[in-house]
């Protein structure tokens, strides 16, 4: 039997040092903004997972401090296949960036193809993990 509607699901991921992280669906998108944050000398870091809900996408990513202005070093551009999936943390999305001691927030838009989006933060203390808000950028 085929129907037709929505599907969604829990994500629970467990990592050793982190302890179990969970987020719920995200609603389709196609563009958003979110908090981020990186410090070397505690090892934290943000992960920020996009996929596709249908067609290809090419991605730009825009790190900015709280302020708004764009980080030296703060743009990423990433194609996103077909119905695929890409996650990176900031060190890979922006490699000259300062991130030793960072705060702020990524944007994230696509070339009109809808997407769905997860951003974590993961520390090296077990229960560290948090799941990070994802508002839509209009």
Known sequence: QVTTGR??????????AVGIV???PSQPLSAFIA????????RVTTLVAV???GAASTLEFVLR??????VRGGRASLTLP??????????????????RDFRGTVTVSGDGAAIAAMVMQLGA???SGVVLPVLEVY
């Open 51 to 53: 996929s596709s809900t």
């Open 125 to 127: 203390v077990e229960g």
């Open 7 to 16: 599907v969604s699901a829990e994500v629970r991921y467990t990592l050793p």
């Open 82 to 99: 077909a119905n695929g999936h890409v996650a990176r943390g900031l060190d890979a999305l922006f490699p000259g960036a300062d991130l």
């Open 35 to 42: 908090p981020v944050r990186a410090n070397r000398g505690e």
């Open 22 to 24: 969970a987020a719920g």
């Open 65 to 70: 401090l709280p302020d708004g202005t764009e």
